[in-house]
């Protein structure tokens, strides 16, 4: 989720659904240490945002301990270890799902952020390296150092997003630990996490948000633009008006993009949306967009 799940789109989230709790893009612990200032516009949320955890990577003890105190000050509400992002440079530097080739490290990483915050504790990662076959054995090391809850993304490091979520091994370890434990992958909406949750404490929902947080909505159903058009503009203000124009208007295009494909008549616009370069050019695009696609629906 990292370059989407900004304040911006989280808070457009809630307007959706006031009830889920929301995550951070993931932030790097050895950052927060060396350039907190910085890393704290990141991770900054409005209060509208509660309840919300930070996500931090890393590997190092003492950039973890100072991590624990920043989102302390701050008052999230959480602190969630990723140890499953397979971007190649995280994996590289030994983060992110890398931790699962190493479980004395992820352990002890555990137990230090657990020791030194008085924050819930949870950890978010994948089935495993290549297989599932140590998943259970994690689960309860990671239960025994403190974690207060467990995230699974139902694929393993190797695994492409294309391939299906394997839900079956999280349901296995969830009846060895008694920690909550969440599941992720492929999750199309909340009516579809429902229908997976199987033995599980709940589930996120992540890439079917882009351009999508009606994903959230308790009763999937389909959204015209019509409907979708306020959000979508809204979800533009905010972003400019928290990054400035000239960085907000390049956030906002890939999000426009996907609010608005799948509409007949929508994708001649698409080099318009992506050339955006004030709040103003956004609305007009959309507007236009909105005269184009709506007839096609009446």
Request: net charge neutral; proline share 5%.
């Amino acid at each position: 989720m990292e370059g989407y799940s900004d304040s911006p789109f989280r808070r457009i989230c809630k307007r959706i659904n006031p009830d889920i709790i929301t995550v951070t893009e993931f932030t790097s612990a050895d950052g927060i240490y060396h350039n907190a200032k910085q890393l704290m516009k990141k991770l900054s949320f409005e209060k509208e945002e509660h309840p919300i955890i930070a996500q931090i990577f890393g590997k190092n003890m003492d950039t973890f301990i100072a991590a624990a105190k920043v989102c302390e000050d701050m008052g999230f509400d959480g602190i969630d270890i990723n140890m499953g992002c397979p971007a190649k440079k995280v994996v590289k530097s030994e983060h992110g799902v890398a931790l699962r080739r190493n479980l004395p490290l992820a352990f002890k990483l555990i137990e230090t952020l657990a020791n030194a915050t008085s924050l819930p504790v949870s950890v978010k990662t994948r089935l495993g390296w290549d297989d599932a076959s140590d998943l259970t054995e994690f689960g309860k090391g990671a239960e025994n150092a403190g974690a207060d809850m467990i995230c699974i993304h139902g694929r393993t490091y190797i695994e492409p997003y294309n391939v299906p979520a394997q839900w079956e091994p999280v349901y296995e370890m969830k009846r060895n630990i008694s920690i909550p434990v969440l599941g992720n992958g492929g999750i199309l909406n909340v009516q579809d996490g429902l229908e997976k949750i199987g033995n599980l404490d709940g589930f996120l929902i992540g890439q079917a948000t882009f351009g999508n947080p009606w994903a959230f909505l308790e009763k999937s159903r389909e959204i015209s633009f019509e409907e979708k058009l306020p959000i979508i503009k809204l979800h533009s203000q905010m972003l400019i008006e928290q990054k400035g124009e000239y960085v907000g208007t390049r956030e906002i295009r890939k999000h426009l993009v996907s609010y608005c494909r799948g509409f007949p008549g929508a994708k001649q616009f698409r080099p318009q949306l992506v050339r955006v370069e004030s709040y103003k050019q956004i609305c007009d695009v959309l507007d236009r967009i909105a005269e184009a696609v709506e007839p096609m629906f009446h």
